[in-house]
């Protein structure tokens, strides 16, 4: 452990411990909702019997439940207990997407991939949340970078298994959300509540004054600056992954194989930055100027992709993003649980989450839309360049501006 504690901090002990075993186990399984597919979707066009206009809706089934569903799993957290929603999301979730091996209907698959998206609101938040429970200060921060950096691997591995599967059938790649149910049963088997849950399970007033509270919190400056600047690093993220392939094959002459390649240095690169959460809070009083310079890191790199005209040129780029991103989302994400009361703590994580899942579903389209508007004068190579770039630097900025506020903000009032 001490060879591991020179890569990530004096923290790294917590690797050992059981509780964070199992929520880094569960972990496993809430970033292949989306990084699964993506090696898969044009083989399923056929024996699903639709159009590779209509096949990507696979993905926004998915992610667009979530919007809704994460605040509604933090509040139940917070009232009936993290490990009973956990236990939830992790059977739905590998229930649901299993399932769409054995249809070959478009309609029923897509249905399936609305309740594997609510099972996802049940995992990502409240694995979270936990962590906030279990850990506080620099221990709290590297847990939630390790957290992190497995998701990164979990993007990294299962997509190039589920690659070679579906060479020999389109079903084989769903088959591996099964994982959720040997994971599912080691949870219900080990994994201990992290927290107390509220008072009151049939009383209406009781979840009435859990709301109050909840906007109470949220309605505070620190707390809303906090949560909008949680989804600014999914504007950049996902916009990196719809344009992708189209930056480097159309507009760089490469190959979709080096669109993969750089897909994997971004999520590598997120990965390793992760691990460096804790030793950054540790190392420095205050996280504000650390996450401002993610910001810029992260934006200045999707610049430089967009901007590039050859791989060689958006490598440091894709770097220089990845690390951004990880470090932003991993501190962002200590940041809120740290200063969430308990009684409300799963809560306001989820709207965090929540807003995250909200920016992601709705970047495609907006990027989409001005790509549309601003090809007709300038051409389709110089709008895209055009609006990836934007949607960079406006995700930086208005994640920076948003960290003033929380800096300049009073500390969040609660009676408890």
Do not use: H
């Not at 207990?81 to 399932?99: E, K, M, S």
């Not at 932003?328 to 709207?351: D, E, F, H, K, W």
């Not at 989409?368 to 051409?379: K, Q, R």
Request: glycine letters at 12%; proline letters at 6%; charged letters at 10%.
């Amino acid at each position: 452990m001490a060879s591991l504690s020179s890569v990530v901090g004096d923290e790294a002990g917590v690797l050992r411990e059981r509780s964070f075993q199992l929520l880094l186990l569960a972990n496993v399984l809430p970033p292949l909702g989306t990084a699964l597919l993506s090696p898969v979707l044009d083989s399923v066009i056929e024996p699903l019997g639709t159009t590779p206009a209509n096949v990507g809706l696979l993905m926004s089934a998915f992610t667009a439940p979530a919007v809704v569903m994460i605040p509604v799993t933090g509040v139940v957290a917070d009232r009936y207990g993290r490990r009973p929603v956990i236990l939830f999301g992790l059977v739905l979730f590998g229930a649901a997407g299993t399932a769409v091996a054995f249809t070959t209907e478009f309609r029923v698959a897509l249905a399936l991939r609305l309740a594997q998206g609510v099972g996802f609101a049940a995992l990502t938040p409240i694995i979270i949340t936990s962590l906030g429970d279990l850990y506080a200060g620099t221990k709290e921060a590297t847990a939630q970078g390790l957290r992190f950096t497995g998701s990164g691997v979990s993007q990294t591995v299962f997509p190039l298994v589920a690659g070679v599967l579906v060479g020999l059938s389109w079903r084989y790649p769903f088959l591996l959300y099964a994982v959720a149910f040997p994971v599912a049963a080691v949870v219900y088997r080990w994994f201990e509540e992290p927290a107390t849950p509220a008072a009151g399970g049939d009383d209406d007033r009781g979840l009435r004054e859990q709301l109050d509270d909840l906007r109470t919190v949220a309605g505070q400056r620190r707390a809303w600056a906090m949560i909008v600047a949680r989804g600014t690093p999914n504007f950049v993220w996902i916009g990196f992954l719809t344009y992708n392939s189209i930056v480097v094959v159309q507009l760089m002459d490469g190959s979709a194989a080096q669109a993969g390649l750089l897909a994997a240095a971004a999520s590598l690169s997120y990965a390793l930055a992760a691990t460096q959460a804790g030793r950054i809070t540790a190392r420095f009083e205050s996280r504000l100027w650390p996450l401002v310079a993610a910001n810029v890191a992260m934006a200045g790199g999707m610049s430089l992709v967009f901007l590039a005209g050859s791989l060689p040129l958006a490598v440091p780029g894709i770097v220089a993003m990845g690390a951004g991103f990880g470090v932003l989302l991993s501190l962002y994400r200590s940041v809120i649980t740290g200063m969430a009361p308990t009684a409300v703590r799963g809560s306001l994580v989820s709207l965090g989450e929540g807003t995250g899942r909200l920016t992601s579903t709705i970047t495609p389209i907006a990027m989409g839309g001005a790509i549309a508007v601003a090809a007709g004068p300038l051409g389709f190579e110089r709008s895209v360049r055009l609006v990836g770039v934007a949607t960079a630097l406006v995700a930086g900025a208005v994640g920076v501006v948003c960290l003033f506020l929380v800096q300049a903000a009073p500390p969040i009032r609660f009676d408890d």
